[in-house]
T-cell receptor
């Protein structure tokens, strides 16, 4: 069965600093990987996705993520964060055999301080 | 392009009552998914509908049920409400049974059980 672990529940960072949010997954088959962001009182917004091909994936709002198959990781990075990036971030995995199900990590709350 | 829309935004019920939540997918999307986001439990997969049929369900009791209409909109019904059903219920849609297609989420219905 697939599972997703987000290694940090909270990440505080100062504005304009770089940030990395860590995600590891376990699966016995090929997977599709996603990062979503959730702002307060809103639903989930897709940041980026890895389906196949290049292991470095670029998303919206300056975020990028790198798929590492040997380490089963899909860490999210941004070189310079803004106050508006303060939100909760979720890593998610979908297997071809999971019949529509997305399995989510527990979320990482990113707080950007001025 | 209109996103996934959910109604109502908030719903307050008492124990034992029944709740109905509604979801309209993005135009052209035939698959609808339901997730529960409860405090401390993270995002849990509930149900997946495609082409009017239930294709998969998560580890939830039978009092959680739903349906998908010919226009691909969907309802989630929760019977015999319990206090622990208090949560944000998120609906997502995607382009049919193609598992590398990302799911796009609505803003959710917050269900509160008194």
């Amino acid at each position: 069965a697939q599972s997703v672990t987000q290694l940090d529940s909270q990440v505080p960072v100062f504005e304009e600093a770089p940030v990395e949010l860590r995600c590891n997954y376990s699966s016995s088959v090929s997977v599709y990987l996603f990062w979503y962001v959730q702002y307060p009182n809103q639903g989930l917004q897709l940041l980026l996705k890895y389906l196949s091909g290049s292991t470095l994936v670029k998303g919206i709002n300056g975020f990028e993520a790198e798929f590492n198959k040997s380490q089963t990781s899909f860490h999210l990075r941004k070189p310079s964060v803004h106050i508006s990036d303060t939100a909760e971030y979720f890593c998610a995995v979908s297997e071809g055999t999971s019949y529509g199900k997305l399995t989510f990590g527990q979320g990482t709350i990113l707080t950007v301080h001025p | 392009e209109a996103g996934v829309t959910q109604s109502p935004t908030h719903l307050i019920k008492t124990r034992g009552q029944q709740a109905t939540l509604r979801c309209s997918p993005i135009s052209g999307h035939t698959s609808v998914y339901w997730y529960q986001q409860a405090l401390g439990l993270g995002l849990q997969f509930l149900l997946w509908y495609d082409e009017g049929e239930e294709r998969n369900r998560g580890n939830f009791p039978p009092r959680f049920s739903g349906r998908q209409f010919p226009n691909y909109s969907s309802e989630l019904n929760v019977n015999a409400l319990e206090l622990e059903d208090s949560a944000l219920y998120l609906c997502a849609s995607s382009r049919g049974r193609v598992f590398n297609q990302p799911q796009h989420f609505g803003d959710g219905t917050r269900l509160s059980i008194l």
